[in-house]
């Protein structure tokens, strides 16, 4: 079954400790993407990646970090989470750009105390 | 600058009322790509239609249609004989021709349909 897989679906952790999301897709495709959603903001892109090792910044960079060392992950790292990096994670891929529908992962909820 | 605009924040109809969702977006390219997702309670986001800047025939899918007026900057979606698993939050969503990393969504449209 064609799919993007988050792990792990929720969270909760503390100001300052590390963590990563992951996010792997089995349909071959070049391009994915993070967006996180909060309340009456709707989805904001954080980072995507073109292809392996083409990584570049979207809306709302601050705070994270990828990597895109194969093709079918693309984890997403908070390297000292803070409260305000409290949301809902959606990771997304298309075959090679934008232009193309996005086919989502079920989403991170990631709570910061 | 792109933006898109989902003016209507929160819908309630009753069931089998027809109820229409507007968008209207902002971009200063020629080719540009728009798209409607449905999240429903359980969470997840689930593609539906896109439409390229060229192509302003209308679509319909089953009770689903869809309106794109470029005149307007528009591209409204209409849901016939509306049903309670219509329940969901609805996104417009708008990406620029050739852009890599820019994919803007509109703040959600949250439709509550009541049997």
């Not at chain 2, 007026?69 to 021709?97: H, M």
Request: glycine share 6%; charged share 20%; aromatic share 12%.
């Amino acid at each position: 079954e064609a799919q993007v897989t988050q792990n792990p679906r929720y969270l909760i952790t503390v100001t300052g400790k590390k963590l990563t999301v992951t996010c792997s897709q089995n349909m071959n495709h070049e391009y994915m993407s993070w967006y996180r959603q909060d309340p009456g903001l709707g989805l904001r892109q954080i980072y995507y990646s073109m292809n392996v090792e083409v990584t570049d910044k979207g809306d709302v960079p601050e705070g994270y970090k990828v990597s895109r060392k194969e093709k079918r992950n693309f984890p997403l790292i908070l390297e000292s989470p803070s409260p305000n990096q409290t949301s809902l994670y959606f990771c997304a891929s298309s075959l090679n750009g934008l232009h193309q529908p996005q086919h989502f992962g079920d989403g991170t909820r990631l709570s910061i105390l | 600058a792109q933006k898109v605009t989902q003016a209507q924040t929160e819908i309630s109809v009753v069931e089998k009322e027809d109820v229409t969702l507007d968008c209207v977006y902002e971009t200063r390219d020629t080719t540009y790509y728009l798209f409607w997702y449905k999240q429903p309670p359980s969470g997840e986001l689930v593609f539906l239609i896109r439409r390229n800047s060229f192509d302003e025939q209308n679509e319909i899918s089953g009770r689903y249609s869809w309106n794109f007026q470029k005149s307007t900057s528009s591209f409204n979606f209409t849901i016939t004989a509306s049903q309670v698993v219509d329940s969901a939050v609805y996104f417009c969503a708008l990406s620029e021709g050739g852009s890599q990393g820019n994919l803007i969504f509109g703040k959600g449209t949250k439709l509550s349909v009541k049997p």
